[in-house]
């Protein structure tokens, strides 16, 4: 069990938006320790999507967008395209396992 | 363009002590930046296990760290890592990454930026 929660599973139509929360707690995100989002696409390496909580890397769509609140954090997707359909994964640090954690995954499908 | 490729001995036997090898091109390892290893298994996602700086100072998830090491190569770019008494448990993909700080505290502040495409280590009699 991740101390980092997504949901396992979402999914939405091409054109649509989605979004992927991320629940810690006061360890972690509610510590204000930055949230990283990763996009693994199947039998592939995970690749970074989104750091410090709302910025994307170079080559990143400007449909993809991060946000924080509280001990919560999540990634929206706006029109939505097959090559979206992947697993996302958050990563932050948690002070009480003084180590970097990751959630457990989301797979996201487009219907 | 930063490249890390991951070699490793695909199948190990339990009790063994395999050594894993990420060859870094495009940057040097001695010159800035934390160099990391991950792991993917189905039954617990995606875990650091250690990191290694620029300097040769390491860091290790507290849970594994009695059984694993983290080393660099400067003269051949390359960092490694080796994990001792492995069980069927250790069955996993490893990934070796950069670990970037941008801003400090580094601990708050972390991401993984470049990631090599991951080795499949099995443990198996």
């Known amino acids: 069990q991740s101390v980092l929660t997504q949901p396992p599973s979402v999914s939405g139509a091409p054109g649509q938006r989605v979004t992927i929360s991320c629940t810690g707690s006061?360890?972690?995100?509610?510590?204000?320790?930055?949230i990283h989002w990763y996009q693994q696409l199947p039998g592939r390496a995970p690749k970074l999507l989104i750091y410090?909580?709302?910025n994307r890397p170079s080559g990143v769509p400007d449909r993809v967008s991060g946000s924080k609140s509280g001990t919560s954090a999540s990634l929206a997707i706006t029109g939505l395209q097959a090559e979206d359909e992947a697993d996302y994964y958050c990563?932050?640090?948690?002070?009480?396992?003084?180590?970097?954690?990751f959630g457990g995954g989301t797979k996201l499908t487009v219907l | 363009q930063l490249q890390l490729q991951e070699s490793g001995p695909g199948l190990v036997k339990p009790s063994e002590t395999p050594s894993l090898t990420c060859t870094v091109s495009?940057?040097?390892?001695?010159?800035?930046?934390?160099w990391a290893w991950i792991r993917q298994s189905p039954g617990k996602g995606l875990e650091w296990i250690a990191n290694?700086?620029?300097?040769?100072?390491?860091s290790y998830n507290p849970s594994l760290k009695s059984r694993v090491n983290i080393s660099m190569d400067t003269s051949k770019n390359q960092f490694s890592l080796r994990l001792t008494s492995v069980t069927a448990a250790d069955t996993a993909v490893y990934y070796c990454?950069?670990?970037?700080?941008?801003?400090?505290?580094?601990?708050?502040?972390?991401?993984?930026?470049?990631w090599g495409q991951g080795t499949l280590v099995t443990v198996s009699s």
């Open positions: 290694v700086d620029y300097t040769g100072y390491t």
């Open positions: 006061s360890s972690n995100i509610g510590a204000g320790y930055d």
């Open positions: 990563q932050s640090y948690d002070s009480r396992l003084t180590n970097w954690v």
């Open positions: 495009g940057a040097s390892i001695s010159s800035g930046h934390y």
């Open positions: 410090h909580n709302t």
């Open positions: 990454a950069r670990q970037i700080c941008t801003s400090h505290p580094c601990y708050a502040k972390f991401y993984f930026d470049s």
